[in-house]
């Protein structure tokens, strides 16, 4: 029963285009959202958060955005560039201390030069 | 300043065997958490430790068991190795509190024969 869902397993982008990254959850109880950057062989990069009391949260040319009716988030990047290439995982969290996470399975994500 | 450090990078066990997993946390932070990233997923909750105590757990079985020293370090333990137990561990720390993101060392590959 998977409560984070990504369902597209790939996308490819132009680079200076802009790329946007789906996620969808099932539990109303989580309230507090991250997205993790992974390149091969390295640890998830923490990259933006957002809590269920706002619908966007902006950081540089990156911006998450929330609707809670539909149980919908969203990571635009905007440019995108080759180094964003990598697989980004939305993750999200319902419990008192924000710190157990259900991630989703990833996105790996190309921009093509 | 070091972010989360894992040791070893990687580890080939056989089947029944006990393996150790070591992790010393951001500075500055206090608490651990332990993930297991099986190829083409993301990762999954094992549990969380707090003031040398665990304080949430994932569903895992009681074959995976962890410590917390008094200067925040972790160690994970798993006995009894199963085939199925192969997969990337992630060490995550963060600071106490709601809304504190992860930050995740480049974990142990583990491979069990």
């Known amino acids: 029963d998977q409560q984070v869902k990504q369902n597209s397993p790939s996308l490819s982008v132009q680079e200076g285009r802009i790329s946007i990254l789906n996620c969808d959850y099932t539990?109303?109880?989580?309230?507090?959202f991250l997205w993790y950057k992974k390149y091969p062989a390295e640890g998830p990069t923490f990259l933006i958060s957002i809590s269920s009391i706002k619908d966007k949260n902006e950081d540089g040319r990156f911006t998450v955005f929330l609707n809670k009716s539909a149980k919908h988030l969203s990571l635009h990047i905007v440019p995108s560039q080759p180094g964003d290439s990598a697989v980004y995982f939305c993750a999200a969290s319902a419990d008192n201390y924000g710190q157990n996470f259900v991630f989703g399975p990833g996105t790996r994500l190309s921009v093509l030069p | 300043d070091a972010g989360v450090t894992q040791s070893p990078t990687h580890l080939i066990k056989t089947r029944g065997q006990q393996v150790t997993l070591r992790c010393s946390p951001k500075?500055?932070?206090?608490?651990v958490s332990w993930y297991q990233q099986a190829l083409g997923q993301g990762p999954q909750f094992i549990f969380q430790?707090?003031?040398?105590?665990?304080?949430q757990r994932g569903n895992f079985p009681d074959r995976f068991s962890g410590h917390q020293f008094p200067n925040y370090s972790s160690e994970l333990n798993v006995n009894a190795l199963l085939l199925g137990d192969s997969a990337l561990y992630l060490c995550?720390?963060?600071?106490?509190?709601?809304?504190?993101?992860?930050?995740f060392g480049n974990g142990t590959r583990l491979t069990v024969t």
């Open positions: 539990n109303s109880m989580f309230d507090y």
């Open positions: 995550a720390s963060s600071r106490t509190g709601n809304g504190s993101p992860l930050h």
């Open positions: 500075s500055g932070h206090d608490t």
């Open positions: 430790y707090y003031e040398e105590e665990e304080r």
